[in-house]
């Protein structure tokens, strides 16, 4: 069975700093991991994925994720924060096993960047 | 939020009424999903269409039904069966056919919030 986690409902910086959101996920074969982000009363908008290849994906808006095979994490970061990164995140996963369409999303992290 | 559109934006529905959410896309995705979302739980999987005229059930199916009789359309029926509906539920599609279709990402709508009254 699939699962993915984010550890933290919410994640407080100040603008400019760096910024991390994490993720960890559990699955049967290979993972194919997901990052999306949601503004208030909206729907989910694609940030980045992994798939093969590069630990490092990079993504929207500045954003990008580390692969990290040995702790089944794919933290998302961002080098410099900025007040409008200020949103709902979600990290999600597909097994390589599971049915084609069925993806599994964490609980969303809340990520505040204050000026 | 281009390509899917759901209407109505805001709904509210007295208890024992169904009530019949719409998605609609023009990206000519094969797959549509539906998904609930709720504080604090993340997204729910309702139900999910890989073909026209075919659906499976997702994680929380009980209470809602689905139609999938156009590639562009995957409509949601709150049932009055469904016990507690109010809820921000989210569309979405994505690609199936060609090679590496399993990785593609899905692509949401504005989403729906739903109102029990």
């Known amino acids: 069975a699939q699962s993915v986690a984010q550890p933290e409902d919410q994640v407080n910086v100040a603008e400019g700093n760096p910024l991390t959101v994490k993720c960890t996920y559990s699955v049967s074969g290979n993972p194919y991991l997901f990052w999306y982000v949601q503004y208030p009363n909206r729907g989910l908008q694609f940030l980045l994925k992994?798939?093969?290849?590069?630990?490092l994906v990079k993504g929207s808006y500045g954003f990008e994720a580390e692969f990290n095979k040995s702790q089944t994490s794919f933290h998302l970061k961002k080098p410099s924060a900025l007040v409008s990164d200020s949103a709902l995140y979600f990290c999600a996963v597909r097994d390589s096993y599971s049915s084609a369409s069925k993806i599994i999303f964490g609980s969303g992290t809340r990520l505040s960047i204050r000026p | 939020d281009g390509g899917i559109t759901q209407s109505p934006k805001y709904l509210f529905r007295k208890e024992g009424q169904n009530v019949t959410l719409s998605c609609e896309q023009n990206?000519?995705?094969?797959?549509m999903y539906w998904y609930r979302q709720d504080p604090g739980q993340g997204l729910r999987l309702i139900y999910y269409?890989?073909?026209?005229?075919?659906?499976q059930k997702g994680d929380i199916a009980e209470g809602y039904s689905v139609s999938r009789e156009k590639k562009e359309s995957f409509p949601l029926t709150v049932t009055s069966a469904q016990k507690n509906p109010t809820a921000f539920y989210l569309c979405?599609?994505?690609?199936?056919?060609?090679?590496?279709?399993?990785?593609?990402?899905?692509?949401f709508g504005p989403g729906t919030r739903l109102t029990v009254l």
């Open positions: 979405a599609s994505s690609i199936v056919r060609g090679t590496g279709s399993s990785y593609n990402e899905q692509f």
């Open positions: 269409s890989q073909i026209v005229n075919d659906f």
């Open positions: 992994y798939i093969t290849g590069d630990n």
């Open positions: 990206l000519n995705h094969d797959a």
